[in-house]
């Protein structure tokens, strides 16, 4: 099943039943899996860094229209936990109203934040966090509207390897 702008949905998000989490422990198990393949998948294709639970219960990655399906918000929650527990997820707020989706981890993007300035020659150059996000020189990158936080957390591995040294927090100069 072909979804927005060619993501390729799998087959369980037309089977009814995904919708529902199983009471049997293997299935349940297969099942958690699935969803959260999809969650990363979804939120990797669509460039989507964070969420609101709101709106995500409304969205189409837990909301299938066309066979009139949604997952509960008790098991929205119990997804989300999972995701969490596997650090694929990070809560934004004590309510857990907003989460943050971590389809790479902090070493990856930092990777390739590195790979970037090196091959666009901004080593040894201060880079601030909104140009590496939002920049013109990044809008074909995957990194491009990655979240602050994870744009930082992302530097703080590369100030570990001392490739990188972050200036006031709004700031990063990359070392060769």
């Given amino acids: 099943m072909s979804g927005v702008a060619g993501f390729q949905w799998p087959w369980?998000?037309?089977?009814?039943?995904?919708?529902t989490l199983q009471p049997n422990l293997e299935t349940r198990q297969?099942?958690?899996?699935?969803?959260?393949?999809?969650v990363l998948s979804?939120?990797?294709?669509?460039?989507?860094?964070?969420?609101?639970?709101?709106e995500a219960q409304t969205c189409e990655l837990?909301?299938?229209k066309a066979i009139n399906r949604?997952?509960?918000?008790?098991?929205?929650?119990?997804v989300?936990?999972?995701l969490r527990k596997r650090g694929n997820l990070h809560w934004r707020d004590k309510k857990k109203t907003h989460f943050t989706i971590i389809w790479r981890t902090p070493e990856q993007w930092?990777?390739?934040l590195y790979d970037w300035a090196q091959k666009t020659g901004k080593l040894n150059t201060v880079c601030t966090l909104f140009e590496l996000a939002n920049g013109v020189d990044t809008t074909e990158e995957e990194f491009y509207g990655l979240d602050d936080s994870l744009?930082?957390?992302?530097?703080?591995?590369?100030?570990?390897?001392?490739k990188a040294e972050l200036i006031d927090r709004e700031g990063v100069k990359f070392f060769p």
Avoid at 12 to 19: E, G, L, V
Wanted: some cysteine.
């Fill in 12 to 19: 369980q998000y037309s089977f009814p039943p995904f919708f």
């Fill in 30 to 38: 297969k099942q958690l899996e699935a969803w959260c393949s999809l």
């Fill in 110 to 112: 930092g990777s390739m």
């Fill in 70 to 78: 949604r997952l509960s918000m008790e098991d929205l929650t119990f």
């Fill in 62 to 64: 837990f909301h299938n």
């Fill in 151 to 162: 744009i930082l957390a992302s530097l703080r591995t590369l100030e570990l390897s001392r």
């Fill in 42 to 54: 979804y939120c990797k294709h669509k460039k989507i860094f964070s969420f609101d639970v709101t």
């Fill in 80 to 82: 989300l936990e999972i």
